[in-house]
């Protein structure tokens, strides 16, 4: 039997929010996670204050017990103290491949990722229209989208999953106050996922927010925030392992 012809089980986890002292804090998360999948999805905030030296012991901890590959998107906290590059160097070297508007395939099935982008979700969708700053926060949103559509349309897989910090749909974030929801995702990240008929998407971000739900054109996503992980399965790893059949 090819390597193809077997189902891809995936483990996803977000929000990690690697600290100075965190070191072995994840092991069971690593260990566990390559135990149970063939690769091991990171969707953002990886770590904390975006210092580089969190992201060193997020490094030597993934060296140390993460035995499958891993691909990660970076989130809103890695931006938090401008060392974005250092950070992103410094995950790859330990073996990370980084989605940031980018692709890669694992035995038949692509990836894409992005860290995405706030906005708003459908009618509430903020536009590109009156101050400048109000433009410019709705660019990223359409800009954030055209990376990941870019990213999507390089995979020539049967199968594409989708890899976000922000949620590209309004149902799993609900849970958060509603006041936050722009902040939290939007639906411009939700056409790609649609467009692309994508197998199936995760993200992280909102902590307060459900655990799964479904875009308009029916692909499954999934909110892995460790927070919300904690409270869906109390008793089981802090990942969410889904199998993509062959």
């Not at 870019?150 to 309004?170: C, E, F, G, M, S």
Request: hydrophobic share 40%; with cysteine; proline share 6%.
């Amino acid at each position: 039997m090819s390597e193809n012809s077997k189902p891809l089980r995936i483990a996803a986890a977000a929000d990690i929010h690697y600290t100075k002292t965190s070191k072995g804090h994840l092991e069971p998360l690593f260990a566990e996670a390559s135990s149970a999948a063939d690769v091991l999805l990171l969707c953002g905030d990886l770590t904390d204050y975006g210092h580089p030296e969190e992201a060193q012991v997020l490094a030597e901890d993934i060296r140390t017990y993460a035995k499958i590959p891993i691909l990660a998107v970076l989130g809103n906290h890695d931006f938090e103290s401008g060392h974005v590059e250092e950070i992103t160097k410094i995950i790859e070297g330990a073996g990370v491949k980084m989605l940031e508007g980018d692709c890669t395939e694992i035995n038949g099935v692509g990836f894409a990722g992005v860290c995405g982008f706030g906005g708003g979700f459908g009618r509430y969708m903020l536009n590109a229209w009156g101050e400048p700053l109000i433009k410019d926060f709705a660019h990223e949103g359409v800009n954030q989208a055209m990376k990941l559509e870019r990213a999507l349309a390089r995979l020539d897989t049967p199968k594409r999953v989708v890899i976000t910090h922000y949620a590209p749909i309004k149902e799993t974030v609900e849970g958060e106050n509603p006041e936050i929801f722009p902040f939290l995702g939007s639906t411009r990240l939700e056409g790609p996922l649609n467009r692309f008929n994508a197998t199936v998407a995760f993200h992280g971000h909102a902590h307060n927010g459900k655990a799964e739900g479904m875009t308009s054109g029916k692909v499954p996503v999934y909110n892995v925030s460790m927070a919300v992980l904690k409270r869906a399965q109390p008793d089981k790893p802090w990942f969410r392992l889904v199998e993509i059949p062959a």
